[in-house]
Protein backbone atom coordinates (compact mmCIF):
# COMPACT_ATOMS: atom_id res chain seq x y z
CA UNK A 1 0.00 0.00 0.00
CA UNK A 2 1.57 3.35 -1.31
CA UNK A 3 1.33 6.43 0.96
CA UNK A 4 -2.18 7.47 0.94
CA UNK A 5 -4.06 10.92 2.37
CA UNK A 6 -7.64 10.53 3.74
CA UNK A 7 -9.58 12.82 5.11
CA UNK A 8 -11.00 11.81 8.93
CA UNK A 9 -14.70 10.19 8.56
CA UNK A 10 -16.55 12.43 10.90
CA UNK A 11 -16.19 16.33 11.81
CA UNK A 12 -12.80 15.75 12.83
CA UNK A 13 -11.74 19.53 13.15
CA UNK A 14 -14.84 20.74 14.90
CA UNK A 15 -14.32 17.65 17.59
CA UNK A 16 -10.37 18.07 17.42
CA UNK A 17 -10.63 21.52 18.48
CA UNK A 18 -13.03 20.38 21.15
CA UNK A 19 -10.38 17.88 22.74
CA UNK A 20 -7.19 20.26 21.79
CA UNK A 21 -8.71 23.48 23.89
CA UNK A 22 -11.91 22.01 25.91
CA UNK A 23 -12.15 18.47 26.94
CA UNK A 24 -9.38 18.43 28.88
CA UNK A 25 -8.79 21.16 32.14
CA UNK A 26 -4.99 20.16 32.39
CA UNK A 27 -2.20 19.16 29.27
CA UNK A 28 -0.57 16.52 31.63
CA UNK A 29 -3.82 13.86 30.78
CA UNK A 30 -1.99 13.76 27.39
CA UNK A 31 0.76 11.37 28.37
CA UNK A 32 -1.73 9.20 31.25
CA UNK A 33 -3.93 8.45 28.08
CA UNK A 34 -1.22 7.42 25.67
CA UNK A 35 -0.12 5.11 29.30
CA UNK A 36 -3.78 3.56 29.42
CA UNK A 37 -3.58 3.09 25.44
CA UNK A 38 -0.52 1.23 25.99
CA UNK A 39 -1.65 -0.74 29.36
CA UNK A 40 -5.05 -1.78 27.43
CA UNK A 41 -2.96 -2.95 24.22
CA UNK A 42 -0.84 -5.24 26.80
CA UNK A 43 -4.16 -6.62 28.19
CA UNK A 44 -5.38 -7.25 25.14
CA UNK A 45 -2.50 -9.55 24.04
CA UNK A 46 -2.26 -10.92 27.26
CA UNK A 47 -5.75 -11.93 27.10
CA UNK A 48 -5.81 -13.25 23.63
CA UNK A 49 -2.84 -15.14 23.73
CA UNK A 50 -4.29 -17.77 26.82
CA UNK A 51 -6.25 -19.18 23.16
CA UNK A 52 -3.66 -18.36 20.85
CA UNK A 53 -0.18 -18.41 22.02
CA UNK A 54 1.68 -17.46 18.78
CA UNK A 55 0.53 -13.89 19.81
CA UNK A 56 3.25 -13.79 22.03
CA UNK A 57 6.12 -13.71 19.33
CA UNK A 58 8.41 -15.10 22.45
CA UNK A 59 8.27 -11.71 23.85
CA UNK A 60 6.41 -11.55 27.03
CA UNK A 61 8.36 -8.99 28.75
CA UNK A 62 5.63 -6.63 29.41
CA UNK A 63 6.51 -2.81 29.39
CA UNK A 64 5.90 0.49 28.06
CA UNK A 65 8.70 2.20 27.52
CA UNK A 66 8.96 6.76 27.20
CA UNK A 67 11.68 8.22 24.64
CA UNK A 68 12.29 12.32 25.23
CA UNK A 69 14.25 13.34 22.40
CA UNK A 70 15.16 16.51 23.11
CA UNK A 71 17.29 17.30 19.88
CA UNK A 72 14.54 15.90 17.31
CA UNK A 73 12.11 17.44 19.66
CA UNK A 74 9.91 14.37 20.20
CA UNK A 75 8.49 12.26 22.73
CA UNK A 76 7.52 8.54 22.10
CA UNK A 77 5.83 6.26 23.92
CA UNK A 78 6.22 2.80 22.65
CA UNK A 79 4.57 -0.98 23.76
CA UNK A 80 4.79 -4.67 22.85
CA UNK A 81 0.94 -5.14 23.02
CA UNK A 82 -1.66 -6.56 20.75
CA UNK A 83 -0.87 -3.73 18.32
CA UNK A 84 -3.03 -2.93 15.29
CA UNK A 85 -3.30 -3.86 11.41
CA UNK A 86 -4.25 -0.88 8.56
CA UNK A 87 -7.59 -1.22 8.71
CA UNK A 88 -7.84 -1.43 12.53
CA UNK A 89 -6.22 2.05 12.48
CA UNK A 90 -7.96 3.98 9.61
CA UNK A 91 -11.49 2.19 12.14
CA UNK A 92 -10.01 2.96 15.06
CA UNK A 93 -8.27 6.21 14.79
CA UNK A 94 -9.54 7.84 11.81
CA UNK A 95 -12.74 8.21 13.20
CA UNK A 96 -12.82 10.03 15.81
CA UNK A 97 -14.84 9.08 19.10
CA UNK A 98 -14.42 5.23 17.76
CA UNK A 99 -12.98 3.30 20.52
CA UNK A 100 -11.10 -0.13 19.95
CA UNK A 101 -11.10 -0.79 23.70
CA UNK A 102 -15.15 -0.60 23.61
CA UNK A 103 -15.31 -2.14 20.13
CA UNK A 104 -13.00 -5.26 21.85
CA UNK A 105 -15.18 -5.35 24.97
CA UNK A 106 -18.18 -5.35 23.12
CA UNK A 107 -17.11 -8.46 21.15
CA UNK A 108 -16.13 -10.18 24.03
CA UNK A 109 -19.41 -9.66 25.57
CA UNK A 110 -21.27 -11.09 22.08
CA UNK A 111 -19.02 -14.36 22.61
CA UNK A 112 -20.14 -14.57 26.17
CA UNK A 113 -17.02 -14.43 27.36
CA UNK A 114 -16.93 -14.36 31.44
CA UNK A 115 -13.25 -13.54 32.50
CA UNK A 116 -12.90 -9.89 30.61
CA UNK A 117 -9.40 -8.23 30.58
CA UNK A 118 -9.77 -5.17 33.18
CA UNK A 119 -9.38 -2.35 29.78
CA UNK A 120 -9.40 1.52 30.25
CA UNK A 121 -10.75 3.26 27.13
CA UNK A 122 -13.79 4.16 26.88
CA UNK A 123 -14.54 6.75 24.05
CA UNK A 124 -11.53 6.33 21.92
CA UNK A 125 -10.29 10.12 22.40
CA UNK A 126 -7.64 9.90 24.70
CA UNK A 127 -5.00 9.78 21.87
CA UNK A 128 -6.02 12.51 20.61
CA UNK A 129 -5.07 14.47 23.41
CA UNK A 130 -1.72 14.08 22.14
CA UNK A 131 -2.46 17.18 19.97
CA UNK A 132 -2.61 19.94 23.28
CA UNK A 133 0.89 19.59 23.05
CA UNK A 134 2.22 18.02 19.83
CA UNK A 135 1.70 19.80 15.94
CA UNK A 136 2.20 15.96 14.49
CA UNK A 137 1.73 12.77 15.51
CA UNK A 138 3.27 9.63 14.25
CA UNK A 139 1.49 6.33 15.13
CA UNK A 140 3.95 3.36 13.80
CA UNK A 141 1.98 -0.05 14.85
CA UNK A 142 1.75 -3.94 13.60
CA UNK A 143 -0.46 -6.56 14.79
CA UNK A 144 0.42 -9.18 17.00
CA UNK A 145 0.78 -12.44 14.97
CA UNK A 146 0.53 -11.42 11.71
CA UNK A 147 3.14 -11.26 9.14
CA UNK A 148 1.89 -9.05 7.66
CA UNK A 149 3.59 -5.00 7.52
CA UNK A 150 3.21 -3.04 9.87
CA UNK A 151 1.17 0.64 9.51
CA UNK A 152 2.70 4.30 9.79
CA UNK A 153 -0.43 6.88 10.41
CA UNK A 154 0.75 10.57 10.44
CA UNK A 155 -1.42 13.90 10.96
CA UNK A 156 -1.41 17.22 12.15
CA UNK A 157 -4.70 17.44 13.69
CA UNK A 158 -5.83 19.59 10.46
CA UNK A 159 -8.94 17.16 9.40
CA UNK A 160 -6.58 14.72 7.10
CA UNK A 161 -4.44 12.00 8.19
CA UNK A 162 -1.91 10.25 6.08
CA UNK A 163 -1.62 6.06 5.89
CA UNK A 164 0.60 3.26 4.24
CA UNK A 165 2.42 0.27 4.97
CA UNK A 166 5.82 0.09 6.79
CA UNK A 167 7.99 -2.82 7.60
CA UNK A 168 7.86 -2.88 11.18
CA UNK A 169 9.59 -5.94 12.99
CA UNK A 170 8.28 -5.89 16.49
CA UNK A 171 4.60 -6.14 17.38
CA UNK A 172 3.30 -3.26 19.14
CA UNK A 173 2.42 0.57 18.97
CA UNK A 174 4.88 3.50 18.51
CA UNK A 175 3.51 6.52 19.16
CA UNK A 176 5.70 9.68 18.33
CA UNK A 177 4.47 13.23 19.50
CA UNK A 178 6.39 16.08 17.44
CA UNK A 179 6.19 18.25 20.73
CA UNK A 180 4.92 22.09 20.09
CA UNK A 181 8.10 25.00 20.86
CA UNK A 182 6.26 26.09 24.07
CA UNK A 183 5.58 22.49 24.88
CA UNK A 184 9.48 20.82 25.10
CA UNK A 185 8.99 20.71 29.02
CA UNK A 186 7.33 17.26 28.15
CA UNK A 187 10.63 16.27 27.39
CA UNK A 188 12.47 16.89 30.97
CA UNK A 189 13.20 14.11 33.43
CA UNK A 190 11.45 15.56 36.45
CA UNK A 191 8.18 16.44 34.34
CA UNK A 192 7.68 12.66 32.91
CA UNK A 193 8.16 11.16 36.43
CA UNK A 194 5.92 13.77 38.33
CA UNK A 195 3.01 12.71 35.53
CA UNK A 196 4.01 9.27 35.68
CA UNK A 197 4.13 9.23 39.84
CA UNK A 198 0.51 10.97 39.73
CA UNK A 199 -1.59 9.07 37.39
CA UNK A 200 0.41 5.76 36.14
CA UNK A 201 1.92 4.83 39.09
CA UNK A 202 -0.19 1.92 40.02
CA UNK A 203 0.06 0.61 36.35
CA UNK A 204 0.66 -3.01 36.65
CA UNK A 205 3.22 -3.00 33.88
CA UNK A 206 6.40 -1.21 34.39
CA UNK A 207 6.69 2.59 32.44
CA UNK A 208 10.12 2.77 31.88
CA UNK A 209 12.58 5.67 30.64
CA UNK A 210 16.78 5.71 29.77
CA UNK A 211 18.29 7.55 31.92
CA UNK A 212 21.16 9.02 31.60
CA UNK A 213 23.75 9.08 34.48
CA UNK A 214 27.24 10.49 35.22
CA UNK A 215 29.41 8.40 37.51
CA UNK A 216 32.78 7.89 38.36
CA UNK A 217 34.84 4.59 37.90
CA UNK A 218 34.98 2.17 40.28
CA UNK A 219 37.75 -0.49 41.06
CA UNK A 220 37.17 -4.27 41.50
CA UNK A 221 37.44 -3.36 45.28
CA UNK A 222 34.12 -0.98 44.78
CA UNK A 223 36.03 2.20 45.77
CA UNK A 224 36.55 5.05 43.07
CA UNK A 225 39.60 5.38 40.83
CA UNK A 226 41.40 8.04 41.45
CA UNK A 227 41.69 10.81 38.51
CA UNK A 228 39.53 8.31 36.39
CA UNK A 229 37.41 11.10 35.82
CA UNK A 230 33.56 10.54 35.12
CA UNK A 231 31.39 8.79 31.93
CA UNK A 232 28.08 8.93 30.91
CA UNK A 233 25.85 5.72 32.16
CA UNK A 234 22.46 5.02 30.50
CA UNK A 235 20.11 3.14 32.27
CA UNK A 236 16.53 1.74 31.67
CA UNK A 237 14.71 2.73 34.93
CA UNK A 238 11.45 2.01 36.25
CA UNK A 239 9.13 5.63 36.96
CA UNK A 240 6.40 3.61 38.31
CA UNK A 241 5.83 1.39 41.62
CA UNK A 242 3.09 -0.96 40.25
CA UNK A 243 1.74 -1.32 43.99
CA UNK A 244 -1.29 -1.02 43.97
CA UNK A 245 -1.67 -3.02 47.60
CA UNK A 246 -5.22 -2.15 47.10
CA UNK A 247 -5.68 -4.85 44.18
CA UNK A 248 -4.12 -7.52 46.37
CA UNK A 249 -5.05 -10.06 48.41
CA UNK A 250 -5.46 -8.71 52.34
CA UNK A 251 -3.83 -11.66 53.89
CA UNK A 252 -0.85 -10.82 51.07
CA UNK A 253 -0.21 -7.30 52.52
CA UNK A 254 1.52 -6.63 56.13
CA UNK A 255 0.47 -4.04 58.49
CA UNK A 256 3.94 -2.12 57.58
CA UNK A 257 2.73 -2.10 53.83
CA UNK A 258 -0.65 -0.68 54.68
CA UNK A 259 1.08 1.96 56.85
CA UNK A 260 3.22 3.16 54.45
CA UNK A 261 0.99 3.60 52.20
CA UNK A 262 -1.50 5.41 54.30
CA UNK A 263 1.15 7.97 54.67
CA UNK A 264 1.57 8.34 51.33
CA UNK A 265 -1.84 8.85 50.76
CA UNK A 266 -2.39 11.19 53.26
CA UNK A 267 0.64 13.03 54.19
CA UNK A 268 0.26 12.20 57.87
CA UNK A 269 3.58 10.65 59.92
CA UNK A 270 1.44 8.77 62.21
CA UNK A 271 -0.01 4.86 61.42
CA UNK A 272 -4.19 4.95 60.88
CA UNK A 273 -6.32 4.43 63.80
CA UNK A 274 -8.09 1.52 61.51
CA UNK A 275 -7.45 0.53 57.80
CA UNK A 276 -10.66 -0.48 55.92
CA UNK A 277 -9.77 -2.87 52.89
CA UNK A 278 -12.81 -4.85 50.60
CA UNK A 279 -14.00 -5.40 47.23
CA UNK A 280 -17.64 -5.10 46.81
CA UNK A 281 -18.93 -7.72 44.07
CA UNK A 282 -22.21 -7.57 42.66
CA UNK A 283 -24.20 -4.72 40.90
CA UNK A 284 -21.38 -2.46 41.82
CA UNK A 285 -18.01 -3.52 41.60
CA UNK A 286 -14.80 -1.51 42.92
CA UNK A 287 -12.16 -2.01 45.01
CA UNK A 288 -11.36 0.43 48.56
CA UNK A 289 -8.84 0.82 51.04
CA UNK A 290 -9.76 3.03 53.37
CA UNK A 291 -7.61 4.85 56.14
CA UNK A 292 -9.33 6.24 59.19
CA UNK A 293 -6.69 8.48 60.56
CA UNK A 294 -5.82 8.33 64.44
CA UNK A 295 -5.44 12.55 64.43
CA UNK A 296 -7.82 15.15 63.16
CA UNK A 297 -5.67 16.81 60.75
CA UNK A 298 -5.45 21.02 60.98
CA UNK A 299 -7.60 21.24 57.75
CA UNK A 300 -10.73 19.33 58.94
CA UNK A 301 -12.69 22.23 58.93
CA UNK A 302 -11.00 24.32 56.05
CA UNK A 303 -12.94 22.88 52.66
CA UNK A 304 -11.01 24.81 50.34
CA UNK A 305 -8.04 22.97 51.20
CA UNK A 306 -9.31 19.41 51.70
CA UNK A 307 -8.86 16.31 48.97
CA UNK A 308 -10.93 13.58 49.18
CA UNK A 309 -10.30 9.94 48.21
CA UNK A 310 -7.80 9.12 45.53
CA UNK A 311 -10.34 7.69 42.26
CA UNK A 312 -8.95 5.17 40.42
CA UNK A 313 -10.12 3.41 37.29
CA UNK A 314 -8.14 0.05 36.50
CA UNK A 315 -4.85 2.28 38.25
CA UNK A 316 -5.02 4.90 36.56
CA UNK A 317 -5.81 8.22 38.97
CA UNK A 318 -8.23 9.74 38.14
CA UNK A 319 -9.42 12.66 40.76
CA UNK A 320 -8.72 13.16 44.66
CA UNK A 321 -11.78 15.62 44.87
CA UNK A 322 -14.43 13.41 43.86
CA UNK A 323 -17.38 15.10 46.32
CA UNK A 324 -20.10 12.69 45.47
CA UNK A 325 -17.74 9.33 46.15
CA UNK A 326 -18.14 9.85 50.46
CA UNK A 327 -20.51 12.33 52.11
CA UNK A 328 -18.91 15.40 53.49
CA UNK A 329 -18.97 13.98 57.10
CA UNK A 330 -16.79 11.26 56.66
CA UNK A 331 -14.16 13.93 54.76
CA UNK A 332 -11.51 12.62 57.32
CA UNK A 333 -11.23 9.24 55.28
CA UNK A 334 -8.31 8.84 53.33
CA UNK A 335 -7.23 5.94 50.59
CA UNK A 336 -8.09 4.99 47.14
CA UNK A 337 -11.45 3.59 45.69
CA UNK A 338 -10.99 1.50 42.08
CA UNK A 339 -13.29 0.64 40.05
CA UNK A 340 -13.59 -0.85 36.38
CA UNK A 341 -17.21 0.75 35.68
CA UNK A 342 -17.45 4.38 37.20
CA UNK A 343 -19.22 6.68 34.32
CA UNK A 344 -16.29 9.19 33.67
CA UNK A 345 -17.66 11.62 31.33
CA UNK A 346 -15.39 11.93 27.54
CA UNK A 347 -12.41 13.03 29.11
CA UNK A 348 -12.18 10.78 32.27
CA UNK A 349 -11.67 13.93 34.40
CA UNK A 350 -15.19 13.68 35.85
CA UNK A 351 -17.64 12.18 37.08
CA UNK A 352 -21.15 11.95 35.58
CA UNK A 353 -24.36 11.96 37.92
CA UNK A 354 -25.39 8.35 38.27
CA UNK A 355 -26.70 5.36 40.35
CA UNK A 356 -24.15 3.65 39.80
CA UNK A 357 -21.36 6.84 42.17
CA UNK A 358 -24.12 5.98 44.32
CA UNK A 359 -24.35 2.60 45.12
CA UNK A 360 -20.44 2.93 45.55
CA UNK A 361 -21.33 5.55 48.12
CA UNK A 362 -23.45 3.10 49.86
CA UNK A 363 -20.66 0.93 50.05
CA UNK A 364 -18.19 2.80 51.22
CA UNK A 365 -20.32 4.57 53.90
CA UNK A 366 -21.93 1.21 55.12
CA UNK A 367 -18.29 -0.44 55.50
CA UNK A 368 -16.99 2.29 57.61
CA UNK A 369 -19.95 3.23 59.79
CA UNK A 370 -19.40 -1.03 60.79
CA UNK A 371 -16.16 -1.03 61.51
CA UNK A 372 -16.87 1.86 63.63
CA UNK A 373 -19.48 -0.01 65.64
CA UNK A 374 -17.36 -3.33 65.70
CA UNK A 375 -14.66 -0.79 67.18
CA UNK A 376 -17.17 0.72 70.02
CA UNK A 377 -18.32 -2.27 70.81
CA UNK A 378 -15.43 -3.99 71.18
CA UNK A 379 -12.61 -1.52 72.17
CA UNK A 380 -14.52 1.00 73.27
CA UNK A 381 -11.48 2.71 74.96
CA UNK A 382 -9.88 2.81 71.47
CA UNK A 383 -12.85 4.06 70.87
CA UNK A 384 -13.53 7.12 72.54
CA UNK A 385 -10.35 8.26 71.73
CA UNK A 386 -11.42 7.93 67.86
CA UNK A 387 -14.73 9.81 69.30
CA UNK A 388 -12.80 12.64 70.71
CA UNK A 389 -11.27 13.37 67.35
CA UNK A 390 -13.73 13.09 64.88
CA UNK A 391 -17.10 13.01 66.43
CA UNK A 392 -17.41 16.20 65.78
CA UNK A 393 -17.73 15.65 62.32
CA UNK A 394 -19.21 12.45 62.53
CA UNK A 395 -22.20 14.22 64.09
CA UNK A 396 -23.17 16.02 61.67
CA UNK A 397 -24.31 13.06 59.06
CA UNK A 398 -27.09 12.36 62.04
CA UNK A 399 -28.41 15.99 60.43
CA UNK A 400 -27.92 15.69 56.51
CA UNK A 401 -27.80 11.88 56.22
CA UNK A 402 -31.25 10.74 56.86
CA UNK A 403 -30.34 6.94 55.46
CA UNK A 404 -27.42 6.51 58.19
CA UNK A 405 -29.30 8.56 60.97
CA UNK A 406 -29.93 5.45 63.27
CA UNK A 407 -26.58 4.07 62.55
CA UNK A 408 -24.63 7.56 63.12
CA UNK A 409 -26.95 7.92 66.51
CA UNK A 410 -26.22 4.59 68.19
CA UNK A 411 -22.03 5.98 67.38
CA UNK A 412 -22.46 9.58 69.46
CA UNK A 413 -20.94 9.90 72.39
CA UNK A 414 -21.43 12.59 75.05
CA UNK A 415 -20.89 13.71 78.59
CA UNK A 416 -23.55 14.31 80.93
CA UNK A 417 -24.22 15.65 84.49
CA UNK A 418 -23.85 11.56 85.36
CA UNK A 419 -19.82 10.95 83.84
CA UNK A 420 -17.05 12.60 84.90
CA UNK A 421 -15.21 15.20 82.67
CA UNK A 422 -13.65 13.38 79.80
CA UNK A 423 -16.19 10.57 80.02
CA UNK A 424 -18.74 9.87 77.65
CA UNK A 425 -22.27 7.56 77.15
CA UNK A 426 -24.07 6.87 74.29
CA UNK A 427 -27.42 7.18 73.78
CA UNK A 428 -28.50 3.44 74.30
CA UNK A 429 -26.18 3.32 77.42
CA UNK A 430 -28.42 6.64 78.81
CA UNK A 431 -31.55 4.47 78.64
CA UNK A 432 -30.57 1.76 80.86
CA UNK A 433 -29.52 4.44 83.42
CA UNK A 434 -32.89 6.25 83.51
CA UNK A 435 -35.03 5.72 86.11
CA UNK A 436 -38.24 4.27 85.27
CA UNK A 437 -40.07 7.25 86.63
CA UNK A 438 -38.29 9.24 83.41
CA UNK A 439 -40.19 9.69 80.33
CA UNK A 440 -37.88 11.68 78.26
CA UNK A 441 -33.88 12.19 77.70
CA UNK A 442 -33.03 15.15 78.97
CA UNK A 443 -29.93 17.39 77.04
CA UNK A 444 -28.60 21.00 77.14
CA UNK A 445 -26.70 22.62 75.11
CA UNK A 446 -23.69 25.23 75.51
CA UNK A 447 -20.01 25.77 74.53
CA UNK A 448 -18.62 23.88 77.23
CA UNK A 449 -19.44 21.61 80.01
CA UNK A 450 -17.86 23.71 82.70
CA UNK A 451 -20.23 26.53 81.36
CA UNK A 452 -23.36 24.30 81.26
CA UNK A 453 -22.92 22.48 84.85
CA UNK A 454 -23.39 25.90 86.47
CA UNK A 455 -26.89 26.50 84.69
CA UNK A 456 -29.76 26.72 86.84
CA UNK A 457 -31.92 25.42 84.16
CA UNK A 458 -30.36 21.51 85.60
CA UNK A 459 -31.49 21.92 89.12
CA UNK A 460 -34.86 20.27 89.45
CA UNK A 461 -33.10 17.31 87.05
CA UNK A 462 -30.65 16.80 89.91
CA UNK A 463 -32.84 17.17 92.42
CA UNK A 464 -34.93 14.25 91.03
CA UNK A 465 -31.64 12.29 90.27
CA UNK A 466 -32.23 13.02 86.40
CA UNK A 467 -29.01 12.58 83.99
CA UNK A 468 -28.87 15.62 81.84
CA UNK A 469 -26.78 14.87 78.40
CA UNK A 470 -24.26 17.45 77.95
CA UNK A 471 -24.46 18.22 74.07
CA UNK A 472 -21.15 21.15 73.80
CA UNK A 473 -20.41 21.16 69.58
CA UNK A 474 -22.20 24.18 67.72
CA UNK A 475 -23.51 20.75 65.24
CA UNK A 476 -25.35 19.67 68.60
CA UNK A 477 -27.77 22.05 67.98
CA UNK A 478 -28.64 20.61 64.05
CA UNK A 479 -28.40 17.22 65.72
CA UNK A 480 -31.19 17.08 68.43
CA UNK A 481 -33.06 18.92 65.20
CA UNK A 482 -32.30 15.32 63.50
CA UNK A 483 -32.94 13.10 66.82
CA UNK A 484 -36.45 13.74 67.74
CA UNK A 485 -36.44 10.42 69.74
CA UNK A 486 -34.57 7.20 69.99
CA UNK A 487 -36.24 4.45 71.34
CA UNK A 488 -39.18 5.64 71.54
CA UNK A 489 -37.86 8.06 73.87
CA UNK A 490 -38.37 11.75 72.95
CA UNK A 491 -35.35 14.32 73.28
CA UNK A 492 -36.21 17.13 75.37
CA UNK A 493 -33.92 20.05 76.47
CA UNK A 494 -34.17 21.37 79.53
CA UNK A 495 -33.69 25.28 78.78
CA UNK A 496 -37.12 25.05 76.11
CA UNK A 497 -40.53 25.37 76.78
CA UNK A 498 -42.07 23.42 80.10
CA UNK A 499 -41.01 20.81 82.37
CA UNK A 500 -42.95 17.82 83.11
CA UNK A 501 -40.57 16.00 85.35
CA UNK A 502 -42.70 15.37 88.93
CA UNK A 503 -45.35 12.69 89.69
CA UNK A 504 -49.07 13.29 89.71
CA UNK A 505 -48.99 13.91 93.78
CA UNK A 506 -45.74 16.42 93.40
CA UNK A 507 -47.49 18.36 90.52
CA UNK A 508 -50.46 18.68 92.69
CA UNK A 509 -48.51 20.35 95.35
CA UNK A 510 -46.10 22.04 92.83
CA UNK A 511 -49.53 23.82 91.29
CA UNK A 512 -50.86 25.03 94.68
CA UNK A 513 -47.79 26.36 95.88
CA UNK A 514 -47.44 28.26 92.42
CA UNK A 515 -51.22 29.17 92.35
CA UNK A 516 -50.33 30.74 95.95
CA UNK A 517 -47.24 32.42 95.03
CA UNK A 518 -49.43 34.41 92.02
CA UNK A 519 -52.13 35.97 94.36
CA UNK A 520 -49.09 37.02 96.36
CA UNK A 521 -46.84 38.18 94.20
CA UNK A 522 -49.28 39.15 90.72
CA UNK A 523 -49.06 43.27 91.28
CA UNK A 524 -44.95 42.54 91.89
CA UNK A 525 -44.65 40.25 88.57
CA UNK A 526 -46.97 42.88 86.65
CA UNK A 527 -44.14 45.79 87.90
CA UNK A 528 -41.66 43.12 86.68
CA UNK A 529 -42.71 42.90 83.25
CA UNK A 530 -43.69 46.22 82.73
CA UNK A 531 -39.95 46.95 83.32
CA UNK A 532 -38.91 44.20 81.60
CA UNK A 533 -41.17 44.10 78.21
CA UNK A 534 -38.84 45.20 75.81
CA UNK A 535 -36.62 42.68 76.74
CA UNK A 536 -38.78 39.09 77.99
CA UNK A 537 -41.68 37.64 76.85
CA UNK A 538 -42.86 36.75 79.28
CA UNK A 539 -42.54 36.72 83.02
CA UNK A 540 -43.55 33.47 85.15
CA UNK A 541 -42.81 31.26 87.95
CA UNK A 542 -40.58 28.61 87.78
CA UNK A 543 -40.71 24.95 88.43
CA UNK A 544 -36.82 24.17 87.59
CA UNK A 545 -35.43 26.07 89.88
CA UNK A 546 -34.41 25.20 93.30
CA UNK A 547 -31.92 26.95 94.58
CA UNK A 548 -31.36 30.08 91.56
CA UNK A 549 -33.49 33.37 91.39
CA UNK A 550 -33.91 33.07 87.85
CA UNK A 551 -33.33 31.76 84.52
CA UNK A 552 -33.87 32.70 81.07
CA UNK A 553 -36.24 29.64 79.42
CA UNK A 554 -37.00 29.31 74.93
CA UNK A 555 -40.35 28.34 73.93
CA UNK A 556 -40.51 24.87 72.81
CA UNK A 557 -39.41 25.67 69.27
CA UNK A 558 -37.82 28.71 69.93
CA UNK A 559 -34.02 29.78 69.24
CA UNK A 560 -32.00 29.40 72.71
CA UNK A 561 -29.33 31.58 73.70
CA UNK A 562 -26.47 28.62 72.10
CA UNK A 563 -28.27 28.92 68.94
CA UNK A 564 -28.01 32.21 68.71
CA UNK A 565 -24.78 32.63 69.48
CA UNK A 566 -23.86 30.24 66.73
CA UNK A 567 -25.89 32.24 64.44
CA UNK A 568 -24.11 35.34 65.26
CA UNK A 569 -20.61 33.46 64.50
CA UNK A 570 -21.48 32.28 61.31
CA UNK A 571 -22.35 36.07 60.80
CA UNK A 572 -25.80 35.28 59.94
CA UNK A 573 -28.65 37.73 60.67
CA UNK A 574 -30.28 36.64 63.77
CA UNK A 575 -33.77 37.71 64.35
CA UNK A 576 -34.60 39.29 67.70
CA UNK A 577 -36.30 37.24 69.74
CA UNK A 578 -37.28 36.99 73.64
CA UNK A 579 -37.39 34.41 75.84
CA UNK A 580 -39.60 34.17 79.33
CA UNK A 581 -37.84 35.25 82.84
CA UNK A 582 -38.41 32.56 84.86
CA UNK A 583 -38.35 33.13 88.02
CA UNK A 584 -37.93 31.15 91.64
CA UNK A 585 -40.65 31.86 94.28
CA UNK A 586 -38.98 30.11 97.22
CA UNK A 587 -36.09 32.37 96.52
CA UNK A 588 -35.23 35.06 99.38
CA UNK A 589 -34.79 37.71 96.64
CA UNK A 590 -38.78 37.62 95.62
CA UNK A 591 -39.79 37.89 99.39
CA UNK A 592 -37.49 41.41 99.42
CA UNK A 593 -38.30 42.44 96.41
CA UNK A 594 -42.27 42.01 97.77
CA UNK A 595 -41.84 43.59 101.18
CA UNK A 596 -40.02 46.91 99.27
CA UNK A 597 -42.69 46.66 96.54
CA UNK A 598 -45.60 46.40 99.45
CA UNK A 599 -43.79 49.52 101.27
CA UNK A 600 -43.80 51.59 97.82
CA UNK A 601 -45.09 50.09 94.62
CA UNK A 602 -43.48 52.68 92.45
CA UNK A 603 -39.66 52.25 94.35
CA UNK A 604 -36.92 53.19 91.42
CA UNK A 605 -35.05 50.06 93.08
CA UNK A 606 -37.56 47.71 91.82
CA UNK A 607 -36.71 48.21 88.35
CA UNK A 608 -33.28 48.33 89.59
CA UNK A 609 -33.78 44.90 90.77
CA UNK A 610 -36.13 43.76 87.29
CA UNK A 611 -32.48 44.96 85.53
CA UNK A 612 -30.46 43.04 87.81
CA UNK A 613 -32.61 39.92 87.38
CA UNK A 614 -32.46 39.79 84.00
CA UNK A 615 -28.82 40.31 83.61
CA UNK A 616 -28.32 38.34 85.99
CA UNK A 617 -30.06 35.04 83.62
CA UNK A 618 -28.46 36.55 81.42
CA UNK A 619 -24.77 35.79 82.83
CA UNK A 620 -25.50 32.23 83.79
CA UNK A 621 -26.92 31.07 80.25
CA UNK A 622 -23.54 32.52 78.81
CA UNK A 623 -24.58 35.92 77.05
CA UNK A 624 -22.99 39.07 77.26
CA UNK A 625 -25.61 41.80 78.89
CA UNK A 626 -26.16 45.06 76.63
CA UNK A 627 -24.96 47.20 79.70
CA UNK A 628 -22.25 46.02 82.01
CA UNK A 629 -21.21 49.52 83.21
CA UNK A 630 -24.96 49.61 84.68
CA UNK A 631 -24.86 46.51 86.08
CA UNK A 632 -21.94 46.60 88.05
CA UNK A 633 -23.22 49.89 89.26
CA UNK A 634 -26.20 48.45 90.60
CA UNK A 635 -24.77 45.42 92.26
CA UNK A 636 -21.95 48.39 94.06
CA UNK A 637 -24.71 50.29 95.50
CA UNK A 638 -26.35 47.14 96.54
CA UNK A 639 -23.40 46.17 98.41
CA UNK A 640 -23.17 49.62 99.48
CA UNK A 641 -26.64 49.56 101.53
CA UNK A 642 -26.10 45.93 102.45
CA UNK A 643 -23.00 46.85 104.41
CA UNK A 644 -24.46 49.63 105.95
CA UNK A 645 -27.24 48.24 107.89
Known sequence: MSKTTKQFQTEVQQLLDLVIHSLYSNRDIFLRELISNASDAIDKVRFEAHSNEALLEGNSDWKIKIIPDKEAGTLTILDNGIGMSIAEVEHNIGTIARSGTRAFMQNLKEKGTTENPE?????????????????????????????????????????????????????????????????????????????????????????????????????MDGKEIEGGGTIEKTVEETLNSMKAIWARPKNEVTEDEYNEFYKHVSHDYEDPFRTIHFSAEGTSEFKALLFLPAKKPFDLFMAERRKGLQLYVKRVFITDKCEELIPDYLRFVKGVVDSADLPLNVSREILQEDVQIRKIQKGLVN????????????????????????????????????????????????????????????????????????????????NSREALEQSPHLEAFRSKGYEVIFMTDPVDEWVVQAITEYDGKPLKAVDRGDVDIDTDEEKKEKAKKLEEAEKEYSTLISRIKEKLKEKVKDVRFSNRLTESACCLVAEEYGMNANMERIMKSLNQSVPESKRILELNPDHPLLKKMAEIFKDDSQAEIISDYADILYDQALLTEGSQIKDPLRFTRLISDLMVKAAGR
Open 367 to 446: KILSTLAEVKEKNPDDYLKFWKEFGQVLKEGIHFDYANKDKLQDLALFESTATENGSYISLKEYLTRMPESQKEIYFITG
Open 119 to 219: LIGQFGVGFYASFMVADKVTLLTRPAGSEESGCCWESTGDGSYTIEECRRERRGTEIVLHLKEDQREYLEEWKIRSIVKKYSDYIQYPIVMDIKRIETPKG
